[in-house]
């Protein structure tokens, strides 16, 4: 376990220190499919967004933000509420130190107090790695606990190239013939 790394609720003032983690992946990766970085009064409004209804969760080690990951809808229909979409960003210079797995171990508990099922994963996979994107993010998912599920073949195009995407799942807990509501986020 990262001892000297804490993971707390994102505030709308962490929007430029995370920007500053995405917006590589966004200019210099095919991680993301995003073309163009956000604002940084969009990423304010993707927190405020996301936290009235689920985790938004950042990582800090020596008062430095170094990571976030948060969950959305997986699907709109209510059907769905059980499942969410995750996504898990870190900052370039902290890879290979345990913060990742601390974010989503973190995320992990937070999704299973409000009672969430299912957690899933969209990734940007190459059929062949290269300089914008490897199958880092399927190892390190996979080493998370998640499920490969299905693959969705040249859906993505950025940096005049086509990748795939898949989907990974992780069950999170029981699926039960009464399941009850899931419960607002709360910090």
């Keep these: 376990m ?6 707390r609720v994102a505030k709308e003032d962490d929007a430029e220190a ?8 966004v200019e210099k990766t095919a991680i993301t499919f995003e073309y163009a970085a956000p604002t940084a009064e969009e990423f304010k409004q993707r927190i405020r967004n996301t936290l009235k209804k689920y985790p938004y969760l950042v990582a800090e080690k020596d008062g430095k933000i170094v990571g976030y990951a948060y969950a ?11 499942s969410v979409e995750i996504s898990i960003y870190v900052d370039g210079k902290c890879h290979r130190q ?19 099922t299912n957690m899933n994963a969209c990734i940007a996979y190459p059929e062949k790695e290269d300089e914008y994107l490897t199958q880092d993010s399927v190892r390190f998912h996979a080493k998370m606990g998640f499920s490969l599920v299905g693959q969705f073949h040249q859906c993505g195009r950025k940096f005049d190239r086509w990748y795939d995407m898949v989907w ?20």
């Design 18 to 25: 995370l920007l500053a983690i995405y917006a590589p992946y």
């Design 168 to 187: 990974m799942e992780k069950m999170i807990a029981p699926h039960l013939d009464n399941q009850p509501k899931v419960k607002p986020f709360s910090a």
């Design 72 to 82: 959305g809808s997986f699907k709109e229909r209510e059907a769905y509420d059980w």
């Design 98 to 116: 345990g913060i990742g797995a601390l974010l989503m171990q973190s995320l992990e508990t937070k999704l299973k107090e409000q009672g969430i």
């Design 2 to 7: 990262n001892r000297d790394t804490t993971i």
